[in-house]
């Protein structure tokens, strides 16, 4: 795309182990720079640049650290420049965290180190997870790599998107439309949302949604602004949630105050479900940087209209 050299600014929260990933691939026509007015090409984690985007005068293309980059397509910022996120990498970490709490949950891994210290031998009755139904609200790679997972250990999995339509990877046993999501709700044994925040998933997970559930296992691993905060404590004190897991939040980090901390029916995780893995980032930074040097769409760009 460009006859001269480009300048990328790094803004992240291990720039060293970024600098030196980057250094390593020899990238052709790319200088790592310290000056934001310089860089036309930022790899930035965007709760670091939301509030330093300005600074970027130059700025042609951002690649986002994360997959979710909701902070940038606010409205009230800028967005004159082509903005990519990861995709593809985070699957594999969001099934384990899924799948370990469920197993935990449902073979009382927790109770049982509880009696160890207390030297109690008492065996509980467990449930499986074959047979259990889950439902995995967005059907895009973190939910399809989750499903094939879950089926995996006879997991009936089922599918919410926006077009009802099975996704391409066919790792879901059915496939509803958002519409229907009463009908999925009331099958579910398990439920776990995926979905980025958009107009449209902002406040989904409601005191409706949720009254449609019968003592289920909540996971929220994407946004926090899907699920709305006080309609999850009435879901718990009606039982429609037996447990929540929670790894995203509205605002991060939760406030001390805040009643999910003290609450023995949630799990609280610092939004650690599926970390960005620097050397994983660079490899698809470095094959997006191979498209842009020579001219082609970039994998993975956000319509900032659409929010992802």
């Not at 992240?12 to 860089?39: F, G, R, V, W």
């Not at 996120?85 to 180190?113: C, D, M």
């Not at 065996?123 to 499986?128: A, D, G, Q, R, V």
Request: charged residues 15%.
């Amino acid at each position: 795309m460009n006859n001269f050299t480009n300048k990328l600014y790094i803004l992240t929260e291990h720039n060293d182990t970024y600098k030196q990933l980057i250094l390593n691939q020899s990238l052709p026509d790319l200088e790592i720079c310290d000056k934001p007015d310089q860089a036309s090409i930022v790899l930035a984690s965007p709760p670091l640049i939301v509030d330093q985007l300005d600074h970027f005068i130059s700025l042609e293309w951002l690649q986002s650290t994360y997959a979710g980059v909701n902070t940038l397509v606010n409205n009230k910022l800028r967005q004159d420049y082509t903005l990519t996120n990861i995709k593809g990498i985070f699957g594999p970490a969001i099934a384990e965290y899924v799948l370990g709490y469920s197993i935990s949950h449902y073979r009382h891994f927790q109770t049982y180190h509880q009696q160890q210290t207390q030297q109690i031998w008492q065996p509980h009755l467990y449930s499986s997870l074959k047979g259990k139904v889950m439902v995995v609200l967005g059907t895009g790679s973190i939910g399809s790599h989750l499903a094939q997972a879950a089926s995996a250990l006879g997991i009936h999995t089922i599918g919410i998107n926006r077009t009802g339509i099975p996704s391409k990877s066919l790792s879901f046993k059915d496939t509803f439309h958002i519409n229907e999501i009463e009908a999925a709700f009331k099958q579910a044994d398990i439920i776990v949302n995926t979905l980025p925040a958009t107009e449209d998933t902002i406040g989904l997970l409601n005191e409706e949604t949720l009254s449609y559930c019968n003592q289920v296992l909540l996971f929220n691993v994407g946004r926090g602004e899907t699920l709305d905060d006080k309609s999850l404590l009435l879901a718990l004190k009606n039982q429609w949630v037996q447990h929540a897991f929670l790894d995203v939040f509205t605002q991060e980090p939760l406030t001390n105050a805040h009643p999910f901390w003290k609450l023995p029916q949630i799990t609280v995780t610092p939004h650690i479900a599926a970390l960005s893995e620097p050397r994983q980032v660079v490899n698809i930074f470095s094959e997006n940087y191979q498209l842009w040097r020579d001219g082609f769409k970039l994998n993975h760009i956000i319509d900032f209209d659409k929010g992802y």
